[in-house]
């Protein structure tokens, strides 16, 4: 399966601040997606990446907090807008998904802390 | 609603044998995955089920019931790297084809001596 590099892997930052995490694939993938996982919790899918267009949010999640790139087939990224002690969670990218029946692969995640 | 329930903790002996259940209540259910997840790590895909049946990959089986909405994991001869959170996750038809993934809360397996 394919290589996921996510970075930062961990950061600590000022609130009211922003933060974009990046996520690099080795190979080129149709579908990416960014998922956040809170504190003892699953995870909650954000947002699908889409090549070419802009992403496609899930409900309680909106572009203007959480804005999405996604300039080619093995790169996207994530920005935390304006983060709030709340936005404390990890932070994954995953690929994957092209069909109903294709597994997705994880990224190793980014753990984020607002202070 | 997308409703998946599991429970929150198990806990089972070194060797033995233990199921992880998962329910749900999705609107256009498509199939069920089993995840993996160690402390402090990245799920790791386990299973994948989209007809009635049991799927067996060595230690691990996974089951599904669609008419009951019901699937669980089985993991036999138990090690104590198992210890770690088992996540159920869905996949719906939507306005997309596309596998979004929707997750139950997982359920922290922690094996003993």
């Known amino acids: 399966s394919a290589v996921i590099s996510q970075k930062p892997s961990r950061d600590i930052c000022q609130r009211g601040t922003s933060l974009t995490i990046q996520c690099q694939v080795d190979?080129?993938?149709?579908?990416m997606f960014w998922y956040r996982q809170q504190p003892g919790q699953s995870l909650t899918l954000i947002a699908t990446?889409?090549?070419?267009?802009?992403?496609?949010?899930e409900s309680g999640f909106v572009i203007d907090k959480f804005p999405i790139s996604r300039p080619n087939l093995t790169f996207s990224t994530l920005t935390v807008s304006n983060m709030s002690p709340e936005d404390s969670s990890i932070y994954l990218c995953?690929?994957?998904?092209?069909?109903?029946?294709?597994?997705?692969?994880f990224g190793d995640g980014t753990r984020l802390s607002i202070l | 609603g997308q409703n998946i329930d599991q429970p929150t903790e198990m806990t089972a002996t070194e060797g033995a044998i233990v199921q992880i259940n998962c329910t749900y209540q999705t609107s256009g259910f498509n199939g069920l995955f089993w995840y993996q997840q160690h402390a402090g790590e990245a799920p790791t895909f386990l299973s994948y089920n989209v007809l009635d049946g049991l799927e067996e990959k060595g230690r691990f089986s996974s089951f599904l019931s669609r008419s009951k909405g019901y699937s669980y994991l089985l993991l036999k001869e138990l090690q104590m790297k198992d210890s770690a959170s088992y996540l159920c996750a869905v996949t719906t038809y939507g306005s997309s084809n596309t596998g979004k993934l929707i997750f139950g809360q997982g359920t922290t397996l922690q094996v003993k001596p």
């Open positions: 995953s690929v994957g998904g092209d069909s109903h029946n294709q597994p997705q692969h």
């Open positions: 190979s080129q993938v149709t579908m």
């Open positions: 990446a889409n090549q070419g267009s802009e992403a496609t949010y």
